[in-house]
DNA sequence: TCTGTGCGCTAAGTATACCAAGCATCTGCT
DNA sequence: AGCAGATGCTTGGTATACTTAGCGCACAGA
């Protein structure tokens, strides 16, 4: 597989281990420094770094936090959040608050939601 | 491998899949139905809900968007979010967004809100 | 020179995330 | 009764995330 090939594959990737290595020498670390840190292995890192592969959610989180970088703007980096929950309207709904509320139980969730639906005369 | 140790190897996982699972039923959606929105098999879906696997973070997304939900709780959810940047609770609060609803007069919001108090089991 | 210690990278293996096919059960229909 | 279609789950395999051992090169001292 030639390098261009490898560059096609990792597609999207490559920038997400461009971003890590310019966080990295910025801080300056060497490789085995940062994994270390990260507990993760410095070929594996150094894997990560040119794209080959695509880390997990909790390595990217163990890599941000060794690099004092908020694991979300990790995870944007990543391409893991961009997905358009534009943060106005949706955070206030109340249904979306009450099913995420984790102290209550599914069958409590429905009731509110039903009197709430009820309520505002939709369903 | 017992149950039990499939509980204690899954570890945290647990609550995710009971979250997901939680999230799905609320949405009325088979476990096939919304494996095909998300793209992903149903049989691992299954899995996932019963705590045998971790999913990566873009099935993590990919679910999310599926449930109508935000990534960021999913990460949240998922133990991958939680270390600095702890979600503050105002954006997803229900009696924050019981009090902001315009379509609910002051009576309706009192009663949901105490509703929710007792299913809470706060005064 | 040679020896040691740092660097990043390769090779080869293991662990696990994920999929396709199919099973067991239930419910409804005729 | 029997079939049809839905549900969630099991099995067995493939793809890929991740590790351990080790290579080759640079730059220090003795």
Redesign the pocket.
């Known amino acids: 597989m030639s390098d261009e090939e490898k560059e096609v594959a990792s597609g999207a990737w490559r920038s997400l281990g461009e971003f890590i290595r310019g966080q ?1 020498e910025l801080a300056n670390l ?4 940062l ?1 270390e840190i990260a ?12 794209g ?5 959610a ?2 990217l989180k163990s890599i941000a936090n060794a690099l004092h970088i908020s694991a979300e703007s990790m995870y944007a980096q990543a391409g893991l959040l961009d997905d358009s929950e534009t943060r106005d309207e949706s955070h206030h709904g109340v249904e979306h608050a009450v099913k995420l509320d984790p102290r209550l139980s599914v069958d409590q969730k429905e009731a509110i939601i039903r009197i709430y639906r009820s309520f505002i005369g939709r369903e």
């Open positions: 990295r060497s490789m085995r420094q994994a507990k993760i292995s410095n070929p594996y890192l150094s894997q990560v770094e040119r080959l592969y695509k880390p997990s909790d390595v």
